[in-house]
């Protein structure tokens, strides 16, 4: 689930900025029917004949407003006061706007959910499984880098060298989150098992995500998917035993 | 017998097409009588995954003054195999390959669910995609660097065979070479000084396509596939993202209390140059990103002395927009230039004071571009933005569409009128204002239907030029006789929008106040002829269930950024016209009359009236004006919260009421291009101004004790309500000295 999530935005830079969704959410998409509905017409001054029929929005008057000539018993508008009343929650004492009936009955203790002043979608949990093996991926890579030597360019596979030097750099040095290594280790398994639109798609959603950190190796990566899936099968044949324990991949 | 909504309704979703009148009067002087002109809301590309593309060419019409496109208002005579078009009533010939017809087995574009189709044709070679990156370096590093991450991040977005090409720009303006091996090489213009595109085609040695072809006699001269400036993704993307990676900001030293030089005016015109002289008439788009206004050259918005302000409306109205008139003049043409080759501009800005969009505008509003407006490169908003320009449809190719022609055949002059768009998205919307001109008492035209039809040509993503084609007609009527159908067809929701692009444009070129008084006239006058009321009594008039709707938008609209320009700046009122212009209905009418849904304890979330009533102290309002999405907290509600009790777990169900509005907004934002804001207020929030504002005053601190009003917030404002505007207009509409 590293792939679906929201992060809020940039207030510091951005007034209001909104919240950043991952690229596996925006391509998952959204079904539910999009909010368009207007409240009820205002019965404003007489202007329709009989209530209507077949009116689009849903027949709520109890939201509208009271006008022309009904005079409800006047309400003042309360101030705050020291002493908030809590919400309803079917155990509290009657509230002084007593307006609703409580509707939350006592439910067992909620798991610990995300704060609500952000939207927010599952958050990455912190993963109990062992960080990927570099080692397991880089090997793949070089691989693949291998098998294309003979197809293709010299400088090509050279610029693709120096970033995959560079991506070990950064693994080595720490500069990676684990979201990344562990996507990392995902891509490669596509690679080994010829999955190569997962495998571009995993780069995607890696550069969409995270382009601060892979920006400058991953551009590297993603011309050796586009080389490889070229290449004759014979040509590439990845080592077949594999030390890390295979993952599950796209969730 | 399916009712006028629906049947609106389910011709919007087949054909993308909405009439302010579904029957049509018959005469261009009953017409002119309507108030509202005939007009329709077009979305030529409107999104249908159902609709599966037709592999062969369309049937035409073979007169030469025609060409109407076969469709299922023909009559056919299957066992002579001929047609007769709908338009101009020639007798047309089926090609050889329609020889298998018949009334059992007819081909999809004779069927009435195919009332809109799109054929897929295979003239000419397949063109790749062109996206040409004009480059701001006039701003801070943490800017530059967001938007360096961004653009790495489209190479991985754009097709494989797509061209790209960068030119970058501060005082000076880099035409970069890519795919020089080893060594990066740029040619560098002055930015003070324009190029013609032969000047440019000369100093960037580029020679014309045809002029390497010419003494070959081939048939089709081949244009060049690349050439140094813009080269395939999949050849150029390691270098291009090192070449991004490695630009640094405008060297040029900005003193304090100036402003850097920044030469967009020219760099937006080698831009247009480049891609005139090499791919000229191919799909091509021009992202133009910008983090500030243009200070030095032709086209320049403001001087570099930063005590001297940009201009804002006040400057405007008094005629002191030193550089206005010219830097518009300058942009017109090369919006010009672009869109007679078809190449789309767009402009991204982002930065926080003005730079300017208001001189700009021509460029994305005449080339179909994309116009983005953000505080800064490091934001969320562009970044989503952004990639949304990328985003893909259900076949994984491009939702973005190139190069298109807008054809519009109709009956009776046999003639049609054509458009270009350079670039279309699925949710591009056209309104078109047609006249009708058949003379006052003339019998109704043989059949008694009217037809239309819109044949849009274009560039798909995929490389492959289409044709979508819809084809619909509507009843006449003799106004005189049958006012009564013709009101009964009044679709209010389109004529509302209709209305409001008619005011939109006249307010570029008139005085506020003329605009407003146009549009008031406009609908007192629609209450004088399709209202029920008595001479001189006010409390008599009814406007029937088609039209109730309809002075409520225009209430709205008056009061809208579209035509009150009062604390906006000049480039915030181009940039909220150009999306009011561009979107479909649905969207426009958000943009006039916000979204206001309610969530409280009493009940499942409902859409609310905009109004003042609805802020109640113990709900949460979720408002949706298109570029804001907004969360109100109620008075009692921001106490709870800060209170914490959406931390106690016998207060689940209020947490759940908390997140509820959070998982809707979301929804909305998931697709909403461009992205709007995003705001979480509470009463006596500051942020809570942008509710307080769109809401119907209806209780205001002049009124607010004159009737035991049970609930709502009073809004401290001198502006008019609705039910006060509302009985304004009655009075006028009944008056008999109007």
């Keep these: 689930m590293d792939d679906l999530f929201v992060k809020p935005g940039n207030q510091e830079r951005g007034w209001n900025d909104p919240p950043q969704f991952s690229y596996g959410l925006q391509v998952a998409g959204s079904t539910r029917s999009p909010l368009t509905k207007r409240g009820p017409p205002p019965p404003a001054a007489g202007l329709q004949a009989p209530p209507p029929c077949g009116d689009p929005s849903p027949d709520q008057q109890a939201t509208s407003p009271h006008l022309h000539g009904i005079t409800p018993p006047p309400h003042k508008m309360t101030t705050p006061t020291h002493r908030i009343t809590p919400p309803p929650s079917g155990v509290t004492p009657p509230l002084s706007q007593a307006t609703s009936s409580p509707c939350g009955s006592r439910l067992p203790p909620p798991p610990k959910g995300p704060d609500s002043k952000a939207p927010c979608g599952p958050r990455a949990e912190p993963d109990p499984q062992p960080e990927p093996d570099l080692q397991a991926v880089s090997s793949v890579l070089a691989e693949a880098l291998e098998a294309c030597r003979q197809n293709v360019s010299r400088q090509v596979c050279e610029d693709i060298a120096k970033r995959l030097r560079l991506l070990e750099d950064s693994w080595t040095s720490g500069r990676l989150s684990s979201t990344v290594k562990r996507r990392m280790n995902a891509l490669t398994l596509e690679m080994k098992s010829s999955h190569w639109s997962a495998a571009d798609d995993i780069h995607r959603s890696l550069m969409v995500d995270h382009v601060t950190e892979v920006s400058q190796w991953m551009v590297g990566i993603k011309r050796l998917i586009a080389e490889t899936r070229n290449l004759s099968p014979e040509l590439l044949a990845f080592s077949p035993a594999d030390p890390v324990q295979p993952e599950p991949v796209g969730n | 017998m399916a009712t006028f909504p629906e049947f609106i309704s389910q011709n919007e979703e087949r054909d993308g097409v909405r009439f302010s009148w579904n029957v049509w009067p018959s005469s261009r002087l009953e017409a002119t009588r309507m108030v509202v002109p005939l007009a329709a809301l077009l979305t030529p590309l409107r999104e249908r995954p159902d609709l599966p593309p037709i592999q062969y060419e369309p049937v035409l019409c073979s007169r030469a003054t025609c060409r109407a496109v076969l469709n299922p208002l023909c009559q056919v005579d299957y066992r002579a195999k001929l047609w007769a078009c709908n338009f101009c009533y020639q007798r047309n010939q089926f090609p050889p390959t329609y020889t298998g017809i018949s009334e059992v087995n007819q081909p999809a574009e004779l069927l009435p669910q195919f009332s809109t189709i799109e054929y897929v044709v295979q003239r000419g070679p397949q063109m790749p995609l062109i996206f040409l990156y004009v480059v701001d370096t006039c701003m801070e590093d943490e800017d530059l660097q967001a938007l360096k991450e961004s653009l790495q991040m489209s190479l991985s977005l754009l097709p494989p065979t797509a061209l790209v090409g960068l030119i970058t720009f501060g005082r000076m303006v880099q035409v970069h070479e890519l795919g020089c091996e080893g060594i990066s090489k740029s040619y560098v213009f002055r930015g003070t000084k324009d190029l013609s595109a032969k000047q440019l085609q000369e100093m960037l040695g580029l020679t014309k396509p045809s002029a390497a072809q010419g003494a070959r006699g081939q048939q089709a001269p081949q244009p060049p596939l690349s050439n140094r400036f813009l080269q395939p993704v999949q050849k150029i993307d390691m270098n291009l993202t090192d070449l991004l990676g490695e630009l640094q900001r405008d060297p040029w030293p900005v003193t304090q209390g100036k402003r850097p030089l920044r030469s967009l005016g020219v760099a937006m015109s080698i831009a247009v140059g480049l891609l005139e002289c090499t791919f000229p008439n191919t799909g091509a788009r021009i992202m133009t990103f910008i983090g500030g206004p243009a200070t030095q050259g032709p086209g320049m918005v403001v001087g570099d002395e930063l005590k001297t302000p940009i201009r804002s409306w006040h400057d405007i109205e008094k005629d002191n927009a030193k550089y206005m008139k010219k830097s518009t003049k300058h942009y017109e043409a090369l919006a010009s230039r672009a869109s007679a080759n078809g190449h789309i501009m767009d402009i991204y800005a982002c930065a926080l004071d003005q730079t300017g969009l208001l001189e700009m505008k021509c460029c994305p509003n005449h080339t179909g571009g994309y116009m983005v407006m953000a505080d800064s490169f490091n934001t969320s908003l562009f970044k989503q933005t952004f990639q949304r320009v990328f985003a893909k449809d259900e076949q994984g190719t491009f939702k973005m569409a190139f190069a298109a022609t807008l054809e519009i055949k109709e009956i009776g002059t046999g003639g049609t009128c054509q458009w270009k768009m350079c670039g279309l998205d699925p949710s591009t919307t056209l309104a078109l204002y047609l006249e ?190 298109f570029f804001q999405i907004l969360i109100y907290h109620g008075e009692m509600v921001a106490q709870w919260r800060k209170a914490g009790y959406q931390e106690m777990t016998e207060y689940e169900n209020f947490r759940h009421l908390l997140q509820a509005p959070v998982d809707d907004a979301q929804e909305l934002l998931h697709t909403r291009f461009p992205m709007p804001r995003y705001i979480d207020t509470e009463h006596g929030g500051s942020q809570a101004r942008f509710l307080l504002s769109k809401v119907n005053p209806s209780q205001t601190h002049n009124n607010m004790y004159n009737w035991g009003q049970e609930s709502g917030a009073p809004i401290l404002t001198d502006d008019v309500s609705l039910q006060v505007f509302m009985d304004h207009l009655k009075k006028l509409a009944v008056s008999s000295a109007a």
């Design chain 2, 436 to 625: 009708v001109v058949n003379q006052h008492n003339a019998p109704i035209p043989q059949g008694g239907r009217g037809a239309l039809q819109f044949v849009t040509q274009y560039q798909h993503s995929s490389g492959q030029r289409r044709i979508r084609v819809t084809t619909t007609a509507r009843n006449w009527a003799d106004a005189q006789t049958q006012i009564q159908s013709i009101a009964a067809s009044f679709d209010q929701e389109a004529a509302a929008i209709l209305m409001a692009r008619l005011a939109v444009q006249r307010a570029e070129s008139e005085e506020g106040p003329d605009v407003l008084r146009w549009l008031d006239r406009q609908l007192i006058r629609l209450c004088q002829k399709f209202g029920d009321y008595h001479k001189d009594d006010p409390n008599s008039f009814r406007f029937s269930e088609t039209f109730s709707l309809y002075p409520q938008f225009m209430f709205h609209l008056r009061r809208s950024p579209f035509l009150q320009v009062f604390n906006n700046s000049p480039d915030e009122s181009s940039y909220y016209r150009h999306q009011f212009v561009r979107h479909d209905l649905t969207q426009a009418l958000i943009m006039v009359q916000p979204v206001l849904y309610a969530y409280s304890f009493n009940g499942p979330p409902e859409p609310v009236l905009l109004d003042s009533s609805s802020i109640l102290p113990d709900r949460i309002l979720l408002m949706d004006t």
